[in-house]
Protein backbone atom coordinates (compact mmCIF):
# COMPACT_ATOMS: atom_id res chain seq x y z
CA UNK A 1 0.00 0.00 0.00
CA UNK A 2 0.73 3.28 -1.09
CA UNK A 3 1.37 5.95 1.56
CA UNK A 4 1.26 9.49 0.07
CA UNK A 5 2.31 12.93 1.77
CA UNK A 6 2.62 16.49 0.45
CA UNK A 7 4.64 18.76 2.33
CA UNK A 8 5.04 22.63 1.23
CA UNK A 9 8.15 24.33 2.16
CA UNK A 10 8.73 27.48 2.68
CA UNK A 11 11.13 29.24 0.13
CA UNK A 12 10.62 32.90 0.51
CA UNK A 13 10.28 35.35 -2.52
CA UNK A 14 11.42 34.00 -6.17
CA UNK A 15 14.42 34.52 -7.46
CA UNK A 16 14.46 35.45 -11.48
CA UNK A 17 15.48 32.03 -12.31
CA UNK A 18 12.10 30.59 -10.42
CA UNK A 19 9.84 33.03 -12.13
CA UNK A 20 11.38 32.49 -15.10
CA UNK A 21 10.21 28.84 -14.67
CA UNK A 22 7.08 29.56 -13.72
CA UNK A 23 6.50 31.93 -16.40
CA UNK A 24 7.56 29.46 -18.90
CA UNK A 25 5.37 27.32 -17.53
CA UNK A 26 2.46 29.63 -18.02
CA UNK A 27 3.52 30.31 -21.43
CA UNK A 28 2.78 26.13 -22.08
CA UNK A 29 0.13 26.25 -20.59
CA UNK A 30 -1.76 29.07 -22.43
CA UNK A 31 -0.76 27.43 -25.43
CA UNK A 32 -2.36 24.10 -23.96
CA UNK A 33 -5.51 25.67 -23.22
CA UNK A 34 -5.78 27.57 -26.54
CA UNK A 35 -5.12 24.14 -28.73
CA UNK A 36 -7.78 22.58 -26.29
CA UNK A 37 -10.47 25.66 -26.88
CA UNK A 38 -9.57 25.55 -30.52
CA UNK A 39 -10.39 21.42 -31.15
CA UNK A 40 -13.55 21.53 -28.96
CA UNK A 41 -15.33 24.59 -30.95
CA UNK A 42 -15.02 23.03 -33.82
CA UNK A 43 -15.93 19.36 -33.04
CA UNK A 44 -12.84 17.80 -33.44
CA UNK A 45 -11.16 14.99 -32.13
CA UNK A 46 -10.02 16.33 -28.29
CA UNK A 47 -5.89 15.69 -28.16
CA UNK A 48 -5.19 13.35 -25.53
CA UNK A 49 -1.92 13.78 -23.09
CA UNK A 50 0.10 11.80 -25.80
CA UNK A 51 -0.86 13.64 -28.78
CA UNK A 52 -0.18 17.42 -26.40
CA UNK A 53 3.25 15.93 -25.16
CA UNK A 54 4.26 15.00 -28.62
CA UNK A 55 3.07 18.14 -30.33
CA UNK A 56 5.13 20.85 -27.22
CA UNK A 57 8.20 18.48 -27.10
CA UNK A 58 11.08 20.52 -26.91
CA UNK A 59 9.20 23.87 -27.71
CA UNK A 60 9.75 25.06 -24.41
CA UNK A 61 12.82 25.42 -21.87
CA UNK A 62 11.35 23.25 -19.11
CA UNK A 63 12.38 19.81 -18.69
CA UNK A 64 10.76 17.24 -21.16
CA UNK A 65 8.91 15.45 -18.15
CA UNK A 66 7.86 18.78 -16.92
CA UNK A 67 6.51 19.60 -20.31
CA UNK A 68 4.84 16.21 -20.35
CA UNK A 69 3.26 17.11 -16.74
CA UNK A 70 1.81 20.04 -17.88
CA UNK A 71 -0.13 18.54 -20.54
CA UNK A 72 -0.79 15.47 -18.14
CA UNK A 73 -2.41 18.14 -15.61
CA UNK A 74 -4.72 19.97 -18.51
CA UNK A 75 -5.92 16.52 -19.40
CA UNK A 76 -6.88 15.59 -16.43
CA UNK A 77 -8.56 18.89 -15.65
CA UNK A 78 -10.50 18.31 -19.03
CA UNK A 79 -11.76 14.69 -17.73
CA UNK A 80 -12.84 15.89 -14.52
CA UNK A 81 -15.11 18.81 -15.88
CA UNK A 82 -16.31 15.91 -18.45
CA UNK A 83 -17.19 13.72 -15.65
CA UNK A 84 -18.69 16.39 -13.75
CA UNK A 85 -21.17 17.92 -17.06
CA UNK A 86 -22.40 14.22 -17.36
CA UNK A 87 -23.00 13.88 -13.52
CA UNK A 88 -25.27 16.98 -13.73
CA UNK A 89 -23.06 19.94 -13.32
CA UNK A 90 -23.91 21.85 -15.92
CA UNK A 91 -21.66 25.10 -14.60
CA UNK A 92 -18.42 23.08 -14.56
CA UNK A 93 -16.28 24.97 -17.42
CA UNK A 94 -13.26 23.50 -19.22
CA UNK A 95 -10.08 24.86 -18.77
CA UNK A 96 -10.70 28.41 -20.51
CA UNK A 97 -8.28 30.88 -18.93
CA UNK A 98 -5.47 31.03 -21.85
CA UNK A 99 -3.77 34.44 -20.31
CA UNK A 100 -2.04 33.30 -16.96
CA UNK A 101 1.24 35.12 -16.36
CA UNK A 102 2.35 32.20 -14.10
CA UNK A 103 1.62 28.46 -14.08
CA UNK A 104 3.07 25.78 -10.97
CA UNK A 105 6.16 24.26 -12.57
CA UNK A 106 6.58 20.39 -12.19
CA UNK A 107 9.15 17.98 -11.99
CA UNK A 108 8.76 14.02 -12.04
CA UNK A 109 10.69 11.98 -10.28
CA UNK A 110 13.53 11.55 -13.09
CA UNK A 111 14.20 14.87 -13.25
CA UNK A 112 14.53 15.03 -9.21
CA UNK A 113 17.92 14.18 -7.24
CA UNK A 114 18.00 14.00 -3.80
CA UNK A 115 21.99 14.83 -2.47
CA UNK A 116 21.81 14.95 1.77
CA UNK A 117 19.49 17.72 2.44
CA UNK A 118 19.72 19.29 -0.98
CA UNK A 119 17.33 18.38 -3.88
CA UNK A 120 18.16 19.41 -7.54
CA UNK A 121 15.61 19.73 -9.86
CA UNK A 122 16.72 19.31 -13.38
CA UNK A 123 15.84 21.59 -16.87
CA UNK A 124 17.00 19.65 -19.22
CA UNK A 125 20.15 19.60 -21.31
CA UNK A 126 22.19 22.74 -20.70
CA UNK A 127 20.01 24.75 -18.47
CA UNK A 128 20.58 25.42 -14.95
CA UNK A 129 18.82 23.06 -12.68
CA UNK A 130 16.75 24.35 -9.44
CA UNK A 131 18.30 23.97 -6.26
CA UNK A 132 16.67 24.02 -2.81
CA UNK A 133 17.23 23.00 0.78
CA UNK A 134 15.09 20.37 2.33
CA UNK A 135 14.36 20.76 5.70
CA UNK A 136 15.85 18.42 8.55
CA UNK A 137 12.70 16.60 9.47
CA UNK A 138 10.99 14.47 6.24
CA UNK A 139 8.39 11.71 6.17
CA UNK A 140 9.82 8.53 5.22
CA UNK A 141 9.33 7.75 1.65
CA UNK A 142 10.64 8.74 -2.08
CA UNK A 143 10.24 11.56 -3.36
CA UNK A 144 7.88 10.98 -6.73
CA UNK A 145 6.63 14.91 -7.48
CA UNK A 146 7.92 18.41 -6.69
CA UNK A 147 5.92 21.30 -7.42
CA UNK A 148 7.15 25.17 -7.51
CA UNK A 149 4.53 27.71 -6.44
CA UNK A 150 4.78 31.31 -5.67
CA UNK A 151 7.24 31.32 -2.57
CA UNK A 152 6.39 27.49 -1.90
CA UNK A 153 7.81 23.89 -2.95
CA UNK A 154 5.43 21.21 -2.50
CA UNK A 155 7.14 17.84 -2.72
CA UNK A 156 5.00 14.60 -2.83
CA UNK A 157 6.51 12.10 -1.16
CA UNK A 158 5.49 7.91 -1.50
CA UNK A 159 6.74 5.38 1.12
CA UNK A 160 5.20 1.46 0.27
CA UNK A 161 3.59 0.33 3.51
CA UNK A 162 2.13 -3.37 4.53
CA UNK A 163 -1.47 -2.93 4.59
CA UNK A 164 -2.61 -2.16 7.94
CA UNK A 165 -5.53 -4.82 9.22
CA UNK A 166 -8.66 -4.06 10.24
CA UNK A 167 -9.50 -2.40 13.63
CA UNK A 168 -12.00 -4.12 14.26
CA UNK A 169 -15.44 -5.53 13.45
CA UNK A 170 -17.08 -2.88 15.53
CA UNK A 171 -19.21 0.43 13.58
CA UNK A 172 -18.94 3.90 14.99
CA UNK A 173 -21.17 6.84 13.02
CA UNK A 174 -20.15 10.33 13.27
CA UNK A 175 -22.83 13.15 12.88
CA UNK A 176 -20.58 15.73 11.41
CA UNK A 177 -21.87 19.25 12.43
CA UNK A 178 -20.80 22.97 13.19
CA UNK A 179 -21.44 23.75 16.62
CA UNK A 180 -19.71 19.55 17.44
CA UNK A 181 -17.78 18.96 14.63
CA UNK A 182 -18.49 15.51 15.22
CA UNK A 183 -20.26 13.37 17.38
CA UNK A 184 -19.87 9.55 17.50
CA UNK A 185 -20.97 6.77 19.26
CA UNK A 186 -20.85 3.02 18.87
CA UNK A 187 -24.05 2.80 21.26
CA UNK A 188 -22.32 2.21 24.17
CA UNK A 189 -19.95 5.36 24.33
CA UNK A 190 -19.70 8.39 22.74
CA UNK A 191 -17.06 11.49 22.52
CA UNK A 192 -18.36 15.01 21.10
CA UNK A 193 -15.28 17.02 19.31
CA UNK A 194 -16.21 20.77 20.06
CA UNK A 195 -16.76 22.85 16.72
CA UNK A 196 -16.72 26.18 18.26
CA UNK A 197 -13.23 27.17 17.45
CA UNK A 198 -13.63 25.83 13.45
CA UNK A 199 -16.71 28.41 13.91
CA UNK A 200 -15.05 31.39 15.57
CA UNK A 201 -12.50 31.26 12.64
CA UNK A 202 -14.41 31.24 9.92
CA UNK A 203 -16.68 33.92 11.44
CA UNK A 204 -13.60 35.72 11.74
CA UNK A 205 -12.67 35.01 8.51
CA UNK A 206 -15.60 36.37 6.63
CA UNK A 207 -15.76 39.30 8.88
CA UNK A 208 -12.15 40.33 7.80
CA UNK A 209 -13.17 39.01 4.55
CA UNK A 210 -16.03 42.18 4.36
CA UNK A 211 -13.96 44.66 5.83
CA UNK A 212 -11.16 44.13 3.16
CA UNK A 213 -13.50 43.79 0.91
CA UNK A 214 -15.33 47.05 1.57
CA UNK A 215 -12.15 48.80 1.95
CA UNK A 216 -10.72 47.75 -1.60
CA UNK A 217 -13.83 48.83 -3.30
CA UNK A 218 -13.21 52.39 -2.24
CA UNK A 219 -9.70 52.14 -3.24
CA UNK A 220 -8.61 52.96 -6.55
CA UNK A 221 -7.58 50.20 -8.73
CA UNK A 222 -3.89 49.64 -8.62
CA UNK A 223 -2.91 52.16 -5.89
CA UNK A 224 -0.26 51.82 -3.28
CA UNK A 225 -3.37 51.65 -0.51
CA UNK A 226 -5.08 48.49 -2.42
CA UNK A 227 -1.72 46.58 -3.25
CA UNK A 228 -1.28 46.73 0.89
CA UNK A 229 -4.82 45.64 1.14
CA UNK A 230 -4.74 42.90 -1.15
CA UNK A 231 -1.48 41.70 0.59
CA UNK A 232 -2.75 42.19 3.98
CA UNK A 233 -5.98 40.23 2.73
CA UNK A 234 -4.17 37.48 1.05
CA UNK A 235 -2.18 36.89 3.85
CA UNK A 236 -5.25 36.63 6.15
CA UNK A 237 -6.50 33.76 4.38
CA UNK A 238 -3.56 32.24 4.23
CA UNK A 239 -3.52 32.31 7.82
CA UNK A 240 -6.96 31.14 8.03
CA UNK A 241 -6.24 28.13 5.82
CA UNK A 242 -3.41 27.25 7.64
CA UNK A 243 -5.23 26.92 11.10
CA UNK A 244 -8.43 24.92 9.61
CA UNK A 245 -5.88 22.98 8.15
CA UNK A 246 -4.08 22.40 11.45
CA UNK A 247 -7.84 21.84 13.23
CA UNK A 248 -9.17 19.44 11.21
CA UNK A 249 -5.81 17.41 10.77
CA UNK A 250 -6.40 17.23 14.59
CA UNK A 251 -10.21 16.42 14.28
CA UNK A 252 -9.76 13.68 12.42
CA UNK A 253 -7.00 12.03 14.02
CA UNK A 254 -9.08 12.54 17.30
CA UNK A 255 -11.98 10.38 15.27
CA UNK A 256 -9.84 7.94 14.57
CA UNK A 257 -8.36 7.43 17.99
CA UNK A 258 -12.07 6.71 19.26
CA UNK A 259 -12.80 4.67 16.38
CA UNK A 260 -9.88 2.43 17.21
CA UNK A 261 -10.28 2.87 21.04
CA UNK A 262 -13.67 1.04 20.32
CA UNK A 263 -12.56 -1.55 17.61
CA UNK A 264 -14.50 -0.45 15.34
CA UNK A 265 -13.06 -1.03 11.77
CA UNK A 266 -16.09 0.82 9.61
CA UNK A 267 -16.92 4.40 10.65
CA UNK A 268 -20.68 5.67 9.19
CA UNK A 269 -21.00 9.39 8.41
CA UNK A 270 -23.62 11.22 7.16
CA UNK A 271 -23.38 12.30 3.40
CA UNK A 272 -23.04 16.09 3.28
CA UNK A 273 -22.03 16.63 -0.17
CA UNK A 274 -26.03 17.08 -1.32
CA UNK A 275 -26.92 19.29 1.81
CA UNK A 276 -27.03 22.79 0.08
CA UNK A 277 -28.20 21.92 -3.82
CA UNK A 278 -31.37 19.91 -2.45
CA UNK A 279 -32.78 22.75 -0.33
CA UNK A 280 -35.49 24.62 -1.98
CA UNK A 281 -36.15 26.46 1.50
CA UNK A 282 -33.43 29.64 1.08
CA UNK A 283 -31.68 29.43 4.72
CA UNK A 284 -30.88 32.94 6.67
CA UNK A 285 -27.99 34.36 5.78
CA UNK A 286 -26.10 33.17 8.46
CA UNK A 287 -26.47 29.58 8.35
CA UNK A 288 -25.91 30.30 4.51
CA UNK A 289 -22.67 31.33 5.25
CA UNK A 290 -21.94 29.03 7.39
CA UNK A 291 -22.51 25.56 5.57
CA UNK A 292 -20.73 27.25 2.81
CA UNK A 293 -17.61 28.38 4.79
CA UNK A 294 -17.17 25.34 6.49
CA UNK A 295 -14.72 22.94 5.19
CA UNK A 296 -15.89 19.96 6.52
CA UNK A 297 -15.96 18.21 3.11
CA UNK A 298 -12.02 18.44 3.38
CA UNK A 299 -12.40 16.15 7.04
CA UNK A 300 -14.25 13.41 5.33
CA UNK A 301 -10.65 13.63 2.31
CA UNK A 302 -8.30 13.44 5.69
CA UNK A 303 -10.84 10.72 7.63
CA UNK A 304 -10.60 8.91 4.11
CA UNK A 305 -6.75 8.93 3.56
CA UNK A 306 -5.93 8.80 7.49
CA UNK A 307 -8.31 5.61 8.48
CA UNK A 308 -6.60 3.90 5.50
CA UNK A 309 -3.64 3.83 7.58
CA UNK A 310 -4.95 2.54 10.23
CA UNK A 311 -7.43 0.38 9.60
CA UNK A 312 -10.75 2.34 9.18
CA UNK A 313 -12.86 2.26 6.25
CA UNK A 314 -15.47 5.51 5.72
CA UNK A 315 -19.11 4.96 4.58
CA UNK A 316 -21.26 7.64 3.86
CA UNK A 317 -25.09 7.07 4.30
CA UNK A 318 -27.76 9.29 3.31
CA UNK A 319 -28.26 11.24 6.88
CA UNK A 320 -31.65 12.38 5.74
CA UNK A 321 -34.17 12.38 9.37
CA UNK A 322 -31.55 10.98 11.60
CA UNK A 323 -31.43 14.33 13.49
CA UNK A 324 -34.83 14.76 13.37
CA UNK A 325 -36.71 11.17 14.31
CA UNK A 326 -36.84 9.96 18.04
CA UNK A 327 -34.71 6.75 18.41
CA UNK A 328 -37.40 5.39 21.07
CA UNK A 329 -40.51 6.09 18.53
CA UNK A 330 -39.62 7.43 15.04
CA UNK A 331 -41.71 10.08 15.99
CA UNK A 332 -40.29 13.33 13.64
CA UNK A 333 -39.62 16.85 14.75
CA UNK A 334 -37.05 19.52 13.99
CA UNK A 335 -35.20 20.15 17.68
CA UNK A 336 -34.29 23.73 18.28
CA UNK A 337 -32.12 23.34 21.07
CA UNK A 338 -28.86 21.32 21.80
CA UNK A 339 -31.33 18.80 23.20
CA UNK A 340 -33.98 16.69 21.34
CA UNK A 341 -37.23 16.44 23.33
CA UNK A 342 -39.40 13.39 21.89
CA UNK A 343 -42.97 16.06 21.38
CA UNK A 344 -45.01 13.35 21.04
CA UNK A 345 -47.56 12.53 24.14
CA UNK A 346 -47.15 9.33 24.89
CA UNK A 347 -42.88 9.11 24.78
CA UNK A 348 -40.81 10.97 27.02
CA UNK A 349 -37.59 10.75 25.48
CA UNK A 350 -35.14 13.10 26.08
CA UNK A 351 -31.52 13.43 24.53
CA UNK A 352 -28.68 15.40 23.41
CA UNK A 353 -29.52 16.52 19.65
CA UNK A 354 -25.45 15.37 17.73
CA UNK A 355 -25.71 11.93 19.83
CA UNK A 356 -29.35 11.21 18.79
CA UNK A 357 -28.51 12.15 15.24
CA UNK A 358 -25.11 9.44 15.40
CA UNK A 359 -27.10 6.83 17.27
CA UNK A 360 -29.76 6.91 14.62
CA UNK A 361 -26.86 7.00 11.57
CA UNK A 362 -25.69 4.38 13.20
CA UNK A 363 -29.19 3.10 13.26
CA UNK A 364 -29.80 3.21 9.59
CA UNK A 365 -26.35 1.95 9.03
CA UNK A 366 -27.39 -1.45 10.73
CA UNK A 367 -31.20 -1.42 9.34
CA UNK A 368 -30.96 0.30 6.71
CA UNK A 369 -33.74 2.48 8.17
CA UNK A 370 -34.30 3.86 11.11
CA UNK A 371 -36.27 1.35 13.16
CA UNK A 372 -37.20 2.84 16.70
CA UNK A 373 -36.19 1.43 19.88
CA UNK A 374 -33.66 -0.45 18.24
CA UNK A 375 -30.44 1.23 19.13
CA UNK A 376 -30.57 4.54 22.07
CA UNK A 377 -27.80 7.07 21.97
CA UNK A 378 -25.65 6.58 25.26
CA UNK A 379 -26.54 9.09 27.98
CA UNK A 380 -23.37 10.49 28.43
CA UNK A 381 -21.36 12.53 25.84
CA UNK A 382 -17.51 13.13 26.47
CA UNK A 383 -16.45 16.50 24.56
CA UNK A 384 -12.97 17.50 23.52
CA UNK A 385 -11.45 20.37 21.96
CA UNK A 386 -9.27 19.47 18.94
CA UNK A 387 -6.28 22.54 19.44
CA UNK A 388 -5.72 25.10 21.87
CA UNK A 389 -5.81 27.83 19.64
CA UNK A 390 -3.26 30.25 20.01
CA UNK A 391 -4.24 33.03 21.62
CA UNK A 392 -3.04 35.97 19.04
CA UNK A 393 -3.77 39.21 19.46
CA UNK A 394 -6.47 40.01 16.64
CA UNK A 395 -5.87 42.68 14.27
CA UNK A 396 -8.74 45.30 14.97
CA UNK A 397 -10.57 46.01 12.17
CA UNK A 398 -10.38 49.84 12.06
CA UNK A 399 -12.24 50.84 9.17
CA UNK A 400 -9.25 52.83 7.51
CA UNK A 401 -7.84 54.39 10.36
CA UNK A 402 -3.79 53.93 11.02
CA UNK A 403 -2.88 51.99 13.52
CA UNK A 404 -0.66 54.09 16.00
CA UNK A 405 2.89 51.47 16.06
CA UNK A 406 4.37 52.93 19.07
CA UNK A 407 6.18 50.18 20.62
CA UNK A 408 5.21 50.72 24.07
CA UNK A 409 4.06 46.77 25.26
CA UNK A 410 1.07 46.98 27.28
CA UNK A 411 -0.59 44.29 29.21
CA UNK A 412 -3.78 44.11 28.99
CA UNK A 413 -6.22 42.12 31.18
CA UNK A 414 -8.33 39.80 30.05
CA UNK A 415 -10.99 38.60 32.94
CA UNK A 416 -9.94 36.96 35.65
CA UNK A 417 -6.19 35.68 35.53
CA UNK A 418 -5.12 35.44 31.82
CA UNK A 419 -2.68 37.74 31.02
CA UNK A 420 -1.98 38.70 26.71
CA UNK A 421 1.05 40.75 25.99
CA UNK A 422 0.45 43.43 23.44
CA UNK A 423 3.18 44.47 21.16
CA UNK A 424 1.55 47.50 19.45
CA UNK A 425 -0.62 49.96 21.33
CA UNK A 426 -3.73 50.19 19.16
CA UNK A 427 -6.06 51.76 21.17
CA UNK A 428 -8.92 49.19 20.48
CA UNK A 429 -10.58 46.41 22.61
CA UNK A 430 -8.91 42.90 22.20
CA UNK A 431 -10.62 40.10 21.55
CA UNK A 432 -10.41 36.67 22.69
CA UNK A 433 -11.51 33.20 21.20
CA UNK A 434 -13.52 31.76 24.02
CA UNK A 435 -13.87 28.15 23.36
ZN1 LIG B 1 -40.37 9.66 21.02
Redesign the pocket.
Same mark, same amino acid.
Given at each position: MKDIHVIKINIGSPTPQQTELRKESARLWNRLVKLHKYNRKRHWKWLGKFDLSTHFKGRFDLHSQSIQALCEKLSANVDTTRTNRKNGDHKARYPWRCKKNFQVCIWKQAAIKVNGNRISLSNGRGRKPLRFKLPRTMPMGKIVQAELGFRELRLTISNEIDKPSSAGLNTVAADVGIIHTAVMTDGVKSLGIVGRGMRSLTQGKNRKLAFYTQALAKCKKGSRKSRKLRIAKAKMLNRYENRTHNLLHHVANQMLDFCVGRDAGTLVVGDIANIAKGKKKKHAKRSNQENSGSPIGRLYDYLRYKGQLRGVEIVKINEAYTSQS &?P? &?D?RHKPSGRNYK &?T?KE &?D?VGIRDNVGAANILNKHYNGKIVAGTLLPPNNVKYLRPVKLRQSVVDPLNKGKLLSTTHTKVTVPLGAGSKIRCDYDTGFDLETHTL
Open positions: &CL &CH &CN &CF
